[in-house]
């Protein structure tokens, strides 16, 4: 993996602290369409240019850096969303909870039984760390907007792993992955759009509210 790469995935992990501590919705859609063309981009620099590397390239771009989010702002001009109702753990929480989930992945990474060409790389703790702040997203944040893009987070380090194998895994299980992604989004998609009928607000913390009628 070249330098570049390496430093690419480090602008991956800044982003996922940039999403984690800003309250700005919009700014959070840019941010992880920007960490979807950054990543879409990271099998050319890993692999020889082939065929079906260059169609991953463009795939992902496209899916990850356009399509999803045009999507998500969609969804976000059409429903009353406020920008004041801060995650569980706070803003400076969750920053902490994501440094401390980075440290964590390279200190698991730094043990895992590697292949001895994967062990320099930073794809894997990158990947480990991009999960857990997937994870940490979709725990704290209250708005349902915002849990998509910790959905989103949590499959772009998923994908972060499918780059060791990008070269021998044939195209269509990467085009299967992501046509999992975008039914996600559609589903979560729907949630949003249900939620902001019911209750006038995609607070998903409302959600506790619902009692059976007697």
């Known amino acids: 993996m070249s330098s570049f790469a390496d430093q690419?995935?480090?602008l991956v992990l800044l982003i996922n602290i940039l999403i984690l501590g800003t309250h700005r919705a919009r700014?959070?859609?840019?941010?992880?369409?920007?960490?979807?063309?950054?990543?879409?981009?990271?099998?050319?620099l890993i692999h020889p240019v082939q065929g079906h590397i260059l169609?991953?390239?463009l795939f992902v771009v496209l899916a990850k850096g356009v399509c999803i989010p045009w999507l998500l702002f969609g969804a976000l001009s059409k429903i009353e969303f406020s920008e004041?109702?801060?995650p569980f753990l706070g803003y400076a929480g969750n920053v902490i909870a994501g440094a401390v989930a980075t440290v964590m992945a390279f200190a698991f990474a730094a043990r895992l039984p590697l292949a001895p060409h994967h062990q320099e790389l930073l794809t894997v703790p990158a990947a480990l760390a991009t999960i857990l702040a997937g994870f940490i997203a979709l725990a704290s944040r209250r708005k349902a907007i915002n849990q998509v893009i910790g959905y989103l987070m949590l499959e772009n380090g998923i994908f972060i792993f499918g780059l060791l194998l990008t070269e021998?895994?044939?195209?269509m299980v990467e085009a299967g992955a992501l046509l999992d992604l975008i039914?996600?989004?559609f589903v979560m998609g729907i949630i949003i759009n249900q939620i902001g009928r019911e209750f006038s607000s995609i607070d998903t913390s409302r959600m506790t509210a619902l009692r059976e009628e007697e």
């Open 8 to 10: 690419l995935l480090v």
């Open 27 to 44: 700014v959070a859609i840019r941010a992880i369409a920007l960490q979807g063309v950054v990543l879409g981009m990271m099998p050319l």
């Open 55 to 57: 169609l991953i390239t």
């Open 84 to 86: 004041d109702l801060p």
């Open 168 to 171: 021998a895994m044939p195209l």
């Open 183 to 185: 039914a996600g989004i």
